[in-house]
């Protein structure tokens, strides 16, 4: 039997082991799909947020006891108070924004002391000016509503609830009738606090499909990879251009197909992405350096799929026919090749 022949037979011999190995792998990796959503809510406590009374005052007290009542429970994120002394409210969005915290509630300063002067004095009052909570969406954005955005609205809801009933509905009872004839007595009582947020990602963030971006976006990337791949390998091995080419031949084309097609098929995601963004502002820098950085995933995504197909290039088949012959005779086999025909 040639060495050919033989690597043949080897060769098919391992398939089924193959197969049982792809099998095993798809077996894990979708084990671990949907493991990491199994139960979710009870990692979400890993996650921080950040919490800082600028007020000092019922309304920073409030949102402290509505952040504890909250805090670490199923599906709600470790809340950690910051002293209001050693930071400042572009301090707490720079922390957002580095990626040290996941979200940030501060009560605003002087918040109290606005409300008290309009029961008072019946100055105009706005309840925008109590709650101030800070969001990062473009993080892992499917992941990150559910389990911060969502979050974050219920303990600013719970604050708003906690002072109305501890510290408003006290000052209503004592309020005659002619106090509550002001309009902005009226409207402080009714609609004492609000949580304005502030989207650090909202000016290039808000595209309508946004959801798509850290998804199905990373899948679009690969998968026009794997099937161009496939075709490629199967028009060369068809033709013979693995056996009858030499190396410095696959290395300039391999080059040169590996840098325009993931340029082609990186314009057409962000095409994709930009034209289909909805209201989103867009510059032209931002599409570019979108390109680009999508461009350069998709060259590496090309590079690993041409890796896991190099190993069955050529066009190379052997037929070893064994039939019932005395065990001192080998199996007889004919092996060809776009280069000829070899015997055993």
Not at 142 to 166: C, D, K, R
Not at 210 to 238: D, E, R, S, W, Y
Request: charged share 10%.
């Amino acid at each position: 039997m040639s060495k050919r022949c033989l690597l043949k037979a080897t060769s098919d011999a391992a398939e089924p082991r193959v197969g049982i190995a792809l099998l095993i792998v798809f077996w894990i990796n979708t084990a671990h799909l949907y493991g990491i959503f199994y139960r979710q809510g009870n990692h979400t406590k890993q996650g921080q947020v950040a919490l800082v009374d600028f007020d000092g005052g019922a309304f920073g007290q409030s949102l402290i006891q509505a952040a504890a009542s909250l805090n670490q429970t199923y599906g709600y994120p470790t809340y950690t108070v910051i002293d209001s002394t050693s930071t400042s409210p572009d301090a707490v969005q720079h922390s957002v924004r580095q990626g040290k915290y996941w979200a940030a509630i501060y009560a605003l300063e002087g918040a109290t002391q606005r409300f008290n002067s309009t029961i008072q004095s019946g100055d105009l009052y706005d309840a925008g000016r109590t709650f101030v909570y800070i969001t990062l969406e473009a993080r892992y954005y499917t992941f990150y509503v559910s389990n911060f955005y969502q979050t974050t609205l219920a303990v600013t809801g719970a604050a708003g609830a906690i002072l109305q009933e501890s510290f408003v509905s006290p000052i209503l009872s004592m309020l005659s009738v002619s106090d509550l004839a002001s309009q902005s007595v009226r409207d402080a009582i009714m609609d004492s606090s609000s949580a304005v947020q502030v989207d650090i990602a909202s000016d290039y963030f808000q595209f309508d499909n946004k959801a798509f971006l850290n998804t199905v976006g990373t899948v679009f990337c690969m998968l026009p990879q794997f099937f161009f791949l496939m075709a490629l390998n199967g028009i060369a091995g068809g033709l013979g251009l693995y056996a009858t080419k030499n190396g410095w031949h696959h290395v300039r084309w391999r080059f040169l197909i590996g840098a325009i097609w993931p340029l082609i098929m990186s314009l057409s995601l962000a095409g994709w992405v930009f034209a289909f963004r909805g209201t989103g502002r867009v510059e032209a820098s931002t599409f570019f350096a979108f390109w680009a950085v999508t461009w350069i995933f998709e060259m590496i995504n090309f590079d690993g799929e041409l890796q896991s197909f190099d190993h069955n290039g050529g066009n190379d088949s052997c037929q070893c026919l064994i039939s019932q012959q005395p065990l001192s005779q080998s199996p007889s086999c004919q092996c060809s090749s776009s280069r000829g025909l070899s015997s055993p």
